[in-house]
């Protein structure tokens, strides 16, 4: 098999990559690793939480990089290379969210629940180390903080 071939699977695996400024959807996320061959399916949801480091969150946003799509791409590529998946999709969100808000929702559909627990965790830890997207806090005691900078 060329590697032509071979990152061909690979991309065909990558259902869903996206970064957006509108709310998202696990149920699109669910139906983006939708296959046949699957017999487990993991979903990860992060949700802004009212609070951090023990103090109530004010207000949250999200900014990604140009690169954060092509990055978040090449990650979920190496999770597929890394175990064995059907699918893959993941979406982060960007802008300004609320508390309870949906900012990343990542899924991984495998053979087998094991491969999927794996991979979606694999993805979600992958992409929170390396995917160019900062979070800024604002707490309710006045004080800032960035997450996730280089």
Do not use: N
């Not at 071979?6 to 957006?20: E, P």
């Not at 059907?86 to 949906?102: C, I, N, S």
């Amino acid at each position: 098999m060329s590697q032509d071939t071979a990152d061909d699977g690979v991309q065909q695996r990558l259902r869903l990559v996206d970064v957006r400024d509108v709310p998202l959807s696990v149920d699109e996320v669910l139906a983006a690793v939708d296959d046949p061959g699957s017999g487990g399916t993991c979903v990860f949801v992060g949700t802004v939480r009212d609070v951090d480091h023990e103090r109530a969150v004010k207000a949250l946003a999200y900014s990604a990089h140009p690169s954060a799509v092509q990055r978040l791409r090449e990650v979920m590529a190496d999770v597929a290379g890394r175990h064995p998946v059907r699918a893959l999709a993941a979406v982060h969100r960007v802008g300004d969210l609320a508390v309870g808000d949906l900012a990343v929702v990542a899924a991984a559909s495998a053979a087998h629940r094991g491969e999927a627990f794996e991979a979606c965790r694999d993805l979600i830890d992958t992409l929170k180390q390396t995917v160019p997207i900062w979070k800024h806090q604002e707490f309710g005691d006045g004080t800032q903080e960035w997450v996730g900078l280089p």
